[in-house]
Each structure stands twice: as C-alpha cells, then as structure tokens.
C-alpha cells in the first residue's frame, strides 16, 4: 500500500518518495547502507508485490537505520523522519508477529 499510497499518521506523512530517493543515492555507493535493497524491492512487478520476504525487507531496521543516516549526512529532507519512524514500527510489528516464546531473540 506504501509504493501505491502515502499514509497520513496524524498531521505526519509516510512518503515512497523518501524510500525511492534513499535507494537511488545508496545504489551508487560503493558501500551500501542497504546492502539487501534492490531495484526489485522499490519498482515491483505485478508478481513481486505479492512477497512478503521483498515486503519484510523494505521494512527493515537495516533500511531505517540506513535511511537515518542520510538524514543526518542531508541526502533526504527533514519530513523523511516520519517515514523512517513508519519503517521502524513495521520492523518492530514483523518482529512481534513472527516471534516464538523466546524473547529478544533477533
């Protein structure tokens, strides 16, 4: 729903934008913030939005960390923040769904 829609979360807004604009500048690096994203993950088929593995993935803390610190270094703009936090959450929600009785376990 993410790449078709942006979400509104109170007056903050989660935008693909921010997730295409990341990838973009760290698919040019040499060493990658999000080593695992790939063109599959942000300009999916009719076949890979069916995936939950390419949907695990973009929600990752791997991305959200990744993505933080091009806030930092000034690549995305400040409003960035709000979909970070968004893909931090869902990594947390992925995490709390696919746990076993062990916890901390990741």
């Keep these: 729903m993410l790449f078709k829609h942006n979400f ?8 693909k934008a921010h997730l295409i604009s990341f990838y973009n500048h760290d698919s040019k690096c040499n060493l990658r913030l999000a ?3 790939t063109y599959a ?3 999916t088929g009719p076949f890979e939005k069916m995936r939950v593995y390419l949907a695990t993935q973009v929600f990752s803390g791997t991305v959200a960390s990744g993505m933080s610190i091009a806030l930092v270094a000034g690549i995305l703009p400040p ?3 709000f979909t970070i936090d ?9 995490d709390i769904f696919n746990s076993s009785k062990i916890p ?3």
């Design 8 to 15: 509104q979360i109170n007056d903050n807004v989660v935008n």
């Design 86 to 94: 968004c893909i931090c959450e869902m990594d947390k929600l992925f």
């Design 41 to 43: 993950h942000i300009y």
């Design 35 to 37: 080593p695992k994203l």
């Design 104 to 106: 901390k376990r990741k």
């Design 79 to 81: 409003c960035a923040q």
